[in-house]
């Protein structure tokens, strides 16, 4: 069977459950506990024959044999004590519920759509791809809000083309969602490196990859999402749960791959070098940060900056106030310019993201040694917004359409890299740099920077689709109500009244 195929099934009794008032959040959740007590249960089996990380009373087995509100009640129960199993166990039962209505209908999914199939021995590809594929129509559901997690697997794929990770390096994502960025990055290393030793394989399953996720049923997802692909075992958890900027976890990694929450504002508030200190109660200090600010994309830039090992790099999703912001925003600027070299900036369009009102683009930079001259030299641009327009649904954004930005990249040799724009030859090339003297010379050493003429404003005939163009306007009055709600946020906390 084909993950299509498993998605339409397992997605189609989703349309059942909605008409109990399930949504399509909680259906994933609870299709992610039945998934993994039937994979426990068929690990026991030859010709696995391994002994159990479920306790016997709690297992697939003891589920099956029941019906009615007998299921019902051991359901539950099984939930709850699973729950406060430490490992794996814990981190995929933790804090779990049922969320069934009818013993009927969770007596159907457990016999009919479960049982029926063997996990075990479906391809990782099959069942992996299957539940990224639930993980997606979840996210399309705006109502529930899961888009915010949910980064487009065609930008994840370009952004680990251009790292191209290699085996015994150590990969990372302080913001890891529901594991986009390390399932990338694993499926590249078994794709282009499919002659592993034994111990390169053994690491890439249980000491390659490491995520970090503020919210715990976004990180049970996570989880299941890297079992199903075969990574992380009941020894080694790849996930922890947890708010990564509160501290430095004192690891260190080779490559780190984020797209950071959306949303100016965090509960936390980071004392950096000198900086002032905050008068709110969650404050963390951090003498690793080079300025403090409650800006959270701010904070993950520094924060992953700390990550990363010496001559380690990064690929970070930023909004575009992170390139022009000033205070805190140009001091961080400054000093990534000077202590690492920041080589790169994709510019990307609007419409590929689920929360709206996003102008984001792609940051990356490789962290260097202590040095007295800056380390960034030149900062590569590839501008793929202007003129550029995608949807969600009609026009979404392909890996395809990212070919030419990988080109450019040239990761084979990224400091042997031609600008594809001329002045006179090519004024509508997509691609050039700027020296190091320039950007710190502009103003608040912005990197938000463009140079191609936007169509739309120069000939009411280039107009993008209407449809693309309401896109637009409600992303851009979504950003202007965020930018409010920040404001009345700040006016309300310091007392001051409109």
Known sequence: ??????????????????????????????LTYLLF??????RTRAPYNQPSIVPQQYSWSSLIRKDGDELFDHYRHALDALGKEKGLLGLIFNKAQNKFQDPAKLRRLLVDLIDKEN????????????????LEKNAQDTKSGAGQYFTPRALIRAMVDVMAPEPGETIADPACGTGGFLLAAHQYLVDNYPNMTKPQKKALKTKTIKGWELV???????????????????????IVVGDSLAADPGDRFDIVLANPPFGKKSGTTIIGEGGKVSK?????????FWATTSNKQLNFVQHIK??????????????????????????????????CDVHTLLRLPTGLFYAQGVKANVLFFDKKPASET???????????????????????????????FVKCYNPENRHQRKATWTPKRNPEGRWRAYDYKD????????????WLKDDSLEDSENLPDPAVLAAEIVEDLEAALEQFREITEDLNSSGERL
């Open 374 to 404: 800056p380390w960034s030299r030149k900062l590569w641009i590839y501008d793929l917004r202007t003129n550029k327009h995608f949807t969600l649904k009609t026009n979404p954004l392909k890996r395809e359409d990212l070919d030419e």
């Open 216 to 238: 715990q049923s976004t990180a049970r997802l996570c989880a299941m999402n890297m079992l199903l692909h075969g990574i992380g075992d009941q020894e080694y958890e790849p």
């Open 119 to 134: 996990w075990s021995v479906m391809s990782a590809d099959v069942k992996g791809d299957a539940y990224e594929g639930l």
């Open 306 to 339: 700390t990550l990363l090992k010496v001559n380690g790099r990064a690929a970070v999703v930023v909004p575009d106030n992170v390139l022009f912001e000033g205070g805190a925003g140009e001091t961080i600027r400054r000093k990534l310019l000077h202590e």
């Open 439 to 450: 950007l710190i010379n502009r103003d608040k050493a912005s990197l938000d920077i463009f």
């Open 280 to 288: 709110e109660r969650d404050t963390v200090e951090r003498d690793d």
């Open 1 to 30: 069977m084909s993950p299509s195929d498993i998605t339409n099934k397992l997605w189609n009794y989703c349309h059942v459950l909605r008409d109990d008032g399930m949504s399509y959040g909680d259906y994933v959740e609870q």
């Open 37 to 42: 007590l039937k994979m426990a249960d068929e």
